[in-house]
Every structure is written in C-alpha cells, then in structure tokens.
C-alpha cells in the first residue's frame, strides 16, 4: 500500500478500526492481507486528519524497520505544514524519533508518552500528543494502545 502504515504487522488501522468502528478488521482485506487504502483516505477525510512525515529524507542504517537505525537527512518543515493547516488543533507522534525530530522545530517540552504537551505556533494554541507507536515490536497490548489514542481523540473532541 502507497500511504501510510503499510505493514501489515503495524496495528495503527486496527487501532482506529476498533476506535471508531468497534472492529479491528475495518480497515483490513484480511485474504489478501493488505489495507483498504481508499477506506482509510475517505475516514481521514472525514475525521479531518492529516498524516505525514517529520522526515521528508533519511537513510536507514540497517535493514529493518526500526527508528533506532533510521538517519534524518532532511527534516519535514512543520512550521510550513501548520501554516497550510489553520484548523489543525493537535500534533501527534508515534515514534521516540519522529518526537525527536518534531522537538528540534520548535520550544515545546516532550510529553510523556500517552500525554501532550501545549504550546503556541503563530498566535494559536496547540497540543503535542506522544501516542504509543502502533508497532508490534512496541510491547504494548493493543487494546491498551487503543485506551490511549481513545482518550486523545475524546480530549480532541473527535469521537
């Protein structure tokens, strides 16, 4: 699938198949083992998020899918995204290196993870959330993954 988390071991779409849907398999053509890629635009659409990179260029060290490996050549320019985006209320990372690379664009104190923090770009207030990464190498059971990214969307009034 061209967009975001692919692999099928990453649970981010039964994450907020089970969040919005009440069914982990919502997102997923489980015979082919793939995601419904045009299923989940047209929720995002819906829902008004927006997904991207904080890394528009890297290199990965090693051959696997960890950030552990991951080199940030060129970082994503944030500040440009939310100036695109006027109704954007909340930044959200799932990564200790995506949190790493948001962190060096701007003064915010890293939240613990679950959390947010707030801070202020261009006269409006914003909140950084640090989500548990929906990886299965993160041992973290999904349903408690999903209480976490729950309450964040609650607190964002989006569920």
């Known amino acids: ?10 649970d981010m779409w039964r994450i907020m198949g089970l969040l919005y849907y ?7 053509r489980e015979p082919l083992k793939t995601f419904d890629r045009e299923s989940i635009i047209k929720f995002l659409i819906e829902k008004g998020i ?3 990179d904080t890394a528009s260029s890297i ?3 090693q051959d696997n899918a960890s950030d552990k490996f ?6 994503t320019d944030i500040r440009r995204l939310l100036n695109l985006l006027p109704q954007c209320k909340a930044i959200v990372t799932t990564g200790q290196k995506a949190t790493e690379t948001l962190l060096k664009q701007f ?16 006269n409006r207030a914003l909140r950084l959330y640090r989500m548990p990464s ?5 041992p973290l059971p999904l349903e408690r993954k999903v209480a976490s990214y729950r309450i964040m969307f609650q607190d964002l009034q989006m569920m």
């Not at 061209?2 to 990453?10: E, K, L, R, S």
């Not at 009440?22 to 997102?27: E, L, P």
């Not at 929906?134 to 993160?138: G, V, W």
């Open 50 to 52: 927006a997904l991207y």
């Open 70 to 75: 991951l080199e940030v050549v060129e970082q």
């Open 59 to 61: 290199k990965r060290l």
């Open 134 to 138: 929906s990886s299965r190498a993160y």
């Open 22 to 28: 009440d069914n982990k398999s919502h997102f997923l």
């Open 107 to 122: 003064d915010i104190q890293e939240p613990k993870l679950g959390d947010f923090s707030e801070f202020v770009f261009n």
């Open 1 to 10: 699938m061209d967009f975001y988390y692919p692999n099928w071991n990453n």
